[in-house]
């Protein structure tokens, strides 16, 4: 599960055991994107990763979802 996405990367909520610098692929159904990642931190069940590729010019959808929350 997607807990937050930046454009440059995500942290995700995962029972998996992965290990720092594990590369994997990580599938965005809502937006139908499938990023390469690599883990750069764990903690608490949650895990760090930095897309290999920056999201740049994402799609009208995807720009509100990683859009900043204003105060």
Known sequence: MI???????ARVK?????????????????F????????????EGYTGLRF???ITNPPASMAAFLAPIAD
């Open 52 to 54: 290999s590729k920056e």
């Open 14 to 30: 995962t029972s998996a055991e992965i290990s720092l610098g594990t590369e994997l692929y990580l599938k965005i159904d809502k």
């Open 32 to 43: 139908n994107d499938l990023r390469r990642a690599e883990v750069v931190w764990l903690r």
């Open 3 to 9: 807990a937050d996405m930046s454009t440059s990367g």
